[in-house]
């Protein structure tokens, strides 16, 4: 089950810069047509626009995935979401290069796509004109990128959400909204730093975040202005008595003609509102308390593990016998614990848990619940089965894109001697 949303790029630059992040850590999965690495994307797409009356430089698309589908734990979970993404643009825009960058870093940790698609046809030269909108629009037949995503979902087995209207507007949707290089934009691409930070679980956590940013450098070698979180409770109007955020920035350019310049939290993001970084909160603090109960049951197990052993070289230094069944049936549990977390994690999401059988028998040694074990088998070979079928039509969708890109440069280079041949003469 996938939503998308769409939101236009006037600078292919500063949206591939932020998507791939620095060194290209956000993505967890990454296929591009342009080859060269981070920043050929964008610099093809600056000289394909650049000498055109475009105001868009590339069509952004963001895809985002259930984790009850795709668990963002597993590598060949995030590929197989990359390798949708990529054939989502090639469905929409098969003659124009794209970017497919996948992310798992965004408030829940939900795996999604970021595609951009440059604003240009390779095969006619136009801009594109399909699939700029979220529904399919009758007026001149234009065509919504929610319909071809679920279409592209019903191809590969995947569920279909009902029908939706936009979803809701977070930063990574937002952003595209403020001008570039512009105070609102870094305040917004700060918060969502500082919230997407894990040691963010409180306000003061948050504050604290941003006091750090305010230590760090820019790009220029420069102090990054100085910015800061301001709470207040509203005393008129329908929210009063509700919590309000607002976010003040050191202007230094005189954007504001004040020396800071502010801006409502909710204004830029409903992540940003106290509601919105609860969610935030409260996520980052789950996994403070599993990462303390992980960490505290790999200890008790070599605890015991380390009694087991001792009792054991005790045993044989008195001439004894070894250690009970029971009490072996019992470090054995415990070392698979430690060991199969992972797995046993892919299990419970699954909806494959130990058999009642197994539960009421368990005093009688392990029972094997068959038909479970049988159905888990099927349903992991059935989804290896459908990866290699999405790996492989994603690697006839880029064959067949570098085919017609080879084509189209045949045939550009064709054009070109077949002129300067006129020009000399020849043709006549």
């Not at 930063?171 to 894990?198: H, I, N, T």
């Amino acid at each position: 089950m996938s939503t998308t949303h769409y939101s236009p790029s006037a600078s292919a630059a500063d949206t591939e810069s932020y998507i791939r992040g620095k060194d290209d850590e956000r993505g967890a999965a990454i296929t591009c047509d342009v080859p060269g690495g981070p920043g050929a994307f964008s610099a093809r797409a600056r000289a394909l626009t650049q000498n055109t009356k475009r105001d868009v430089e590339a069509l952004h698309y963001r895809q985002s995935f259930s984790d009850e589908e795709f668990d963002p734990k597993y590598p060949e979970d995030v590929q197989r979401v990359n390798d949708l993404g990529y054939q989502l643009a090639k469905k929409m825009h098969p003659d124009s290069d794209c970017l497919v960058v996948s992310h798992v870093d965004g408030r829940g940790k939900k795996p999604h796509n970021h595609i951009l698609v440059i604003n240009h046809t390779n095969r006619t030269g136009k801009a594109l004109s399909d699939y700029r909108t979220f529904h399919d629009r009758k007026a001149g037949n234009q065509l919504g990128v929610q319909s071809a995503n679920d279409e592209l979902m019903r191809e590969h087995g995947l569920s279909v959400v009902k029908r939706l209207e936009h979803a809701s507007r977070d930063w990574e949707l937002r952003r595209e909204d403020f001008a570039q290089g512009g105070l609102d934009r870094e305040m917004g691409d700060r918060m969502s730093a500082a919230l997407a930070d894990p040691r963010t679980v409180d306000k003061a956590c948050l504050e604290a975040v941003i006091e750090e940013q305010n230590q760090q450098l820019g790009d220029d070698g420069e102090r990054v202005p100085r910015m800061r979180l301001h709470t207040a409770v509203s005393t008129r109007g329908k929210n009063v008595g509700k919590e309000t955020w607002t976010l003040y920035i050191e202007d230094r350019r005189g954007e504001s003609g004040r020396a800071e310049r502010r801006k409502r939290t909710s204004a830029l993001s409903a992540d940003f509102t106290p509601e919105g970084a609860q969610a935030f909160f409260d996520y980052h603090q789950q996994q403070k308390e599993q990462e303390y109960e992980r960490s505290a049951r790999q200890a008790e197990a070599a605890e015991r593990a380390g009694r087991a052993a001792a009792a054991a070289r005790q045993s044989g230094d008195d001439g004894g016998v070894d250690l009970d069944s029971r009490r072996r049936r019992g470090t054995e549990h415990e070392d698979h614990d430690v060991g199969g977390a992972a797995e046993e994690a892919r299990g419970v999401r699954e909806g494959h848990g130990r058999g009642d059988d197994e539960a009421a028998g368990a005093d009688h040694g392990p029972a094997v619940d068959l038909l479970a074990l049988q159905r888990r088998v099927r349903e992991d070979r059935e989804y290896r089965e459908q990866a290699e079928r999405d790996r492989e039509h994603a690697r006839r969708v880029r064959a067949e894109s570098q085919r017609r890109e080879l084509e189209r440069r045949v045939a550009e280079l064709g054009r070109g001697v077949a002129e300067e041949s006129r020009g000399y003469g020849f043709g006549d």
